[in-house]
């Protein structure tokens, strides 16, 4: 963190610290957090900032920043964002001249999503290549502009003189500058920012790899040394892993309170309401089958991974540091994903019919061994028992209502029994030997 920011920021909750009544029936300390993470949230900016649109033709977005940062990808999943949640379409324009294989990373990214990938002369200035491409955008009606440019030190005098000039060749259409930062950069991103915003005038800034340790101080910093807002934020490598920046949810990030909100939010996309309530109803009737679990684990996949996901719930965030690394947890899943498969629809339906020789089959069919197929049994009759437990909390006002009760987020507790988190308050500490071999929840 920078050490001004920090001391204004230490300033301003002592101010609006002393002197507050201790509201009753609050804990203090917990009256005090709330302070520090709305103080936290007006430092970020209070609310979150859209792309700013041109209002007289294409809209132009530069994407700058140094190397490894994420530019390539973020124009991608920016490009996906735009058609899915504003019914915008964009063309795709590679723009490093230094790296050929950098246009071949952006074609690619562009092919698999269907997106336009405007086929750049390299040969040619990067002022030129954008001019082109707008050429190429007008006369087929394409709504923004996405340039994806080489790599550069804030420092290199003679590759900044490069973005210089492709800047001022766009001035005409008041492009968005969009610098996109590693989350882990930390106090340098700061810096970085400084020096581009001076000679490109930055517009906003994206905060890349959040789902990385980083839980984005680097946020604070660039927000009140550049005053440049963030606009967005990249959770991960996949094309949809893009957010825009709500202010009030980093901070509760910040301070380890989880971020429901994003999680809620996540979980509507990617959950099938019909299905998902149709299971919560066999679930208060006791009925669990492996059907459901396929299903559930199949929702979860789309929400994200384990790691990005247990990041939004409240205490989790600390939890995930003490069990470091999540990846044999999901292995786990993919392997009992390919033992479901082997399974019948009947034995999905009831897995009590899997006798010694449908086990042999199963194990054959899923290229495991026996014993595989008897602890995903056995592993499985413990969750039946541990979702009936589930149901209690859930009915008495856990996780579940949280998330909207009924219909919710069933899935969340199937991962092996999570105790319906009693409303972020008390952390649970992470069991080393649980229920699903791993013990994660
Ligand atoms: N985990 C994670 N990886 C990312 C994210 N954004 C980019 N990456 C990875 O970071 C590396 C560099 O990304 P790239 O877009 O090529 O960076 P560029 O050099 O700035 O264009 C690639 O391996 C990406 O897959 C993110 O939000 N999360
Ligand atoms: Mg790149």
Redesign the pocket.
């Given at each position: 963190m920078n050490f001004k920011v920090v001391k204004s920021f230490i300033n301003s909750v002592k101010e609006k610290a002393l002197g507050e009544k201790v509201i009753k029936g609050v804990n203090p300390g917990e009256q005090f957090v709330k302070i520090v993470h709305d103080e936290l949230a007006s430092i970020m900016g209070s609310e979150n900032s859209k792309l700013d649109y041109n209002p007289n033709g294409p809209t132009v977005v530069l994407v700058v920043?140094l190397?490894?940062?994420?530019?390539?990808?973020f124009s991608g999943k920016l490009s996906l964002f735009l058609r899915q949640k504003e019914k915008k379409e964009a063309l795709l324009v590679p723009a490093d001249t230094f790296r050929p294989a950098a246009k071949d990373?952006l074609k690619t990214l562009a092919k698999n999503m269907g997106i336009d990938c405007f086929d750049s002369d390299l040969s040619k200035h990067p002022k030129e290549i954008a001019t082109d491409a707008i050429a190429f955008a007008k006369e087929r009606n394409i709504d923004v502009i996405i340039i994806d440019t080489a790599?550069r030190l804030h420092v290199d005098e003679e590759l900044m003189g490069q973005i210089k000039e492709v800047r001022e060749s766009l001035n005409n259409y008041s492009p968005e500058v969009l610098m996109?930062a590693d989350a882990m950069t930390g106090q340098e991103a700061v810096n970085v920012a400084k020096s581009f915003h001076e000679t490109v005038n930055l517009t906003g800034v994206v905060l890349?790899?959040?789902?990385?340790d980083a839980r984005g101080g680097a946020a604070l910093s660039i927000k009140q040394v550049t005053g440049i807002p963030i606009k967005f934020i990249?959770?991960?490598?996949k094309m949809k892993?893009l957010e825009l920046f709500h202010p009030d949810r980093l901070a509760g990030r910040i301070l380890d309170m989880g971020d429901v909100l994003s999680l809620v939010e996540k979980a509507e996309e990617a959950i099938d309401q019909d299905e998902a309530e149709k299971m919560m109803k066999r679930l208060e009737k006791g009925q669990f089958t492996v059907e459901d679990f396929m299903k559930q684990m199949d929702m979860m996949k789309n929400l994200g991974s384990m790691g990005s996901i247990m990041k939004m719930i409240p205490g989790m965030g600390g939890m995930l540091r003490e069990v470091g690394d999540l990846s044999p947890a999901e292995d786990e899943m993919k392997k009992m994903r390919v033992i479901i498969d082997s399974m019948t629809k009947q034995e999905r339906q009831n897995y009590k019919l899997i006798k010694e020789s449908r086990m042999e089959r199963i194990a054959i069919g899923s290229g495991n061994k026996l014993k595989d197929i008897k602890d995903f049994l056995n592993k499985f009759r413990q969750m039946e028992k541990m979702m009936g437990g589930m149901m209690q909390m859930m009915k008495g006002g856990g996780l579940g209502n949280m998330m909207g009760g009924g219909g919710g987020m069933p899935d969340l507790g199937a991962m092996g029994g999570m105790p319906g988190l009693p409303g972020g308050k008390k952390k649970k500490k992470g069991k080393k030997k649980g229920p699903w071999g791993g013990g994660y929840f």
């Amino acid at each position: 963190m920078n050490f001004k920011v920090v001391k204004s920021f230490i300033n301003s909750v002592k101010e609006k610290a002393l002197g507050e009544k201790v509201i009753k029936g609050v804990n203090p300390g917990e009256q005090f957090v709330k302070i520090v993470h709305d103080e936290l949230a007006s430092i970020m900016g209070s609310e979150n900032s859209k792309l700013d649109y041109n209002p007289n033709g294409p809209t132009v977005v530069l994407v700058v920043g140094l190397n490894g940062q994420g530019k390539t990808t973020f124009s991608g999943k920016l490009s996906l964002f735009l058609r899915q949640k504003e019914k915008k379409e964009a063309l795709l324009v590679p723009a490093d001249t230094f790296r050929p294989a950098a246009k071949d990373q952006l074609k690619t990214l562009a092919k698999n999503m269907g997106i336009d990938c405007f086929d750049s002369d390299l040969s040619k200035h990067p002022k030129e290549i954008a001019t082109d491409a707008i050429a190429f955008a007008k006369e087929r009606n394409i709504d923004v502009i996405i340039i994806d440019t080489a790599g550069r030190l804030h420092v290199d005098e003679e590759l900044m003189g490069q973005i210089k000039e492709v800047r001022e060749s766009l001035n005409n259409y008041s492009p968005e500058v969009l610098m996109v930062a590693d989350a882990m950069t930390g106090q340098e991103a700061v810096n970085v920012a400084k020096s581009f915003h001076e000679t490109v005038n930055l517009t906003g800034v994206v905060l890349s790899k959040m789902d990385s340790d980083a839980r984005g101080g680097a946020a604070l910093s660039i927000k009140q040394v550049t005053g440049i807002p963030i606009k967005f934020i990249s959770t991960g490598e996949k094309m949809k892993d893009l957010e825009l920046f709500h202010p009030d949810r980093l901070a509760g990030r910040i301070l380890d309170m989880g971020d429901v909100l994003s999680l809620v939010e996540k979980a509507e996309e990617a959950i099938d309401q019909d299905e998902a309530e149709k299971m919560m109803k066999r679930l208060e009737k006791g009925q669990f089958t492996v059907e459901d679990f396929m299903k559930q684990m199949d929702m979860m996949k789309n929400l994200g991974s384990m790691g990005s996901i247990m990041k939004m719930i409240p205490g989790m965030g600390g939890m995930l540091r003490e069990v470091g690394d999540l990846s044999p947890a999901e292995d786990e899943m993919k392997k009992m994903r390919v033992i479901i498969d082997s399974m019948t629809k009947q034995e999905r339906q009831n897995y009590k019919l899997i006798k010694e020789s449908r086990m042999e089959r199963i194990a054959i069919g899923s290229g495991n061994k026996l014993k595989d197929i008897k602890d995903f049994l056995n592993k499985f009759r413990q969750m039946e028992k541990m979702m009936g437990g589930m149901m209690q909390m859930m009915k008495g006002g856990g996780l579940g209502n949280m998330m909207g009760g009924g219909g919710g987020m069933p899935d969340l507790g199937a991962m092996g029994g999570m105790p319906g988190l009693p409303g972020g308050k008390k952390k649970k500490k992470g069991k080393k030997k649980g229920p699903w071999g791993g013990g994660y929840f």
